[in-house]
Nanobody
Framework: QVQLVESGGGLVRAGGSLRLSCAAP????????RGWFRQAPGKEREFVAA????????YYVDTVKGRFTISRDNAKNTVYLQMNSLKTEEKADYYC?????????????????WGQGTQVTVSS
């Protein structure tokens, strides 16, 4: 079982920044992919970004390219999502996922493990 623990959510004004963290205590991820998704009330979980642990390759949904950055810290088994220039429509619960085979697809159903989510509120 993989435990993922998100943190860093909060309230920010439109145009502001937040950095989300997803820790995985005691785990190594040499063959995994780690991703960030978000889910607004009444909507499906949406892919935001992912990183493949084996080669550090990153992937983003088009709407966040140039504003969001996914990165990792191997020593801490932690993945980050730096979010800049946040928009009000990006208010959602943000979830970290882990996919054990290193497959990166913008589909929530391929991910094997999920964190509990962290709430991001963007005010106008």
């Amino acid at each position: 079982q993989v435990q993922l623990v998100e943190s860093g959510g909060g309230l920010v004004r439109a145009g502001g920044s937040l950095r989300l963290s997803c820790a995985a205590p005691g785990r190594t991820f040499s063959s995994y992919a780690r991703g960030w998704f978000r889910q607004a009330p009444g909507k499906e979980r949406e892919f935001v970004a992912a990183i493949r642990w084996s080669d550090d390759r990153t992937y983003y949904v088009d709407t966040v390219k140039g504003r969001f950055t996914i990165s990792r810290d191997n020593a801490k088994n932690t993945v980050y999502l730096q979010m800049n220039s946040l928009k009000t429509e990006e208010k959602a619960d943000y979830y970290c996922g882990a996919e054990v085979n290193g497959t990166v697809e913008p589909a929530a159903d391929i991910y094997d493990y999920w964190g509990q989510g962290t709430q991001v509120t963007v005010s106008s």
